[in-house]
């Protein structure tokens, strides 16, 4: 397990693009499976979007495709996610995640098969 921290979040406006940061300490060594997962009041966790820090595609929910994109620094040990034409469906407690485990297709977005997370940041969207 790695430690998460995550900063960005806040209140914005609808239509803004505020990005996202987490940064991973502790044993990161190794590369991983690292990305961002939401949860809104009354629903389910579900996962945004994920990259493999050692390289590779990165899978992205329907509802964000081509308008969030995930990203890394070189260092591998900090992943951003940058959020274009935000709305009001986008506002959650937005998760950094992060596993062993390379990503793939089918089980990028189940949360059970993450190990590390960060306590979360808010993302409040206004009109």
């Known amino acids: 397990q790695v430690d998460l921290v995550e900063s960005g979040g806040g209140s914005v406006q609808a239509g803004r693009s505020p990005r996202l940061s987490c940064a991973a300490s502790g044993y990161t060594d190794f590369r991983y499976c690292m990305g961002w997962f939401r949860q809104a009041p009354g629903k389910e966790r579900e996962g945004v979007a994920v990259m493999y820090t050692g390289g590779g595609i990165p899978y992205y929910a329907d509802s964000v495709k081509g308008r969030f994109t995930i990203s890394q620094d070189d260092t591998w040990n900090s992943v951003h996610l940058q959020m274009n034409s935000l709305s009001a469906d986008d506002a959650a407690t937005y998760y950094c995640?992060?596993?062993?485990?390379?990503?793939?297709?089918?089980?990028?977005?189940?949360?059970?098969?993450?190990?590390?997370w960060g306590q979360g940041t808010q993302v409040a969207v206004s009109s």
């Open positions: 995640a992060a596993r062993r485990r390379n990503c793939d297709s089918v089980s990028w977005s189940i949360d059970s098969t993450f190990d590390s």
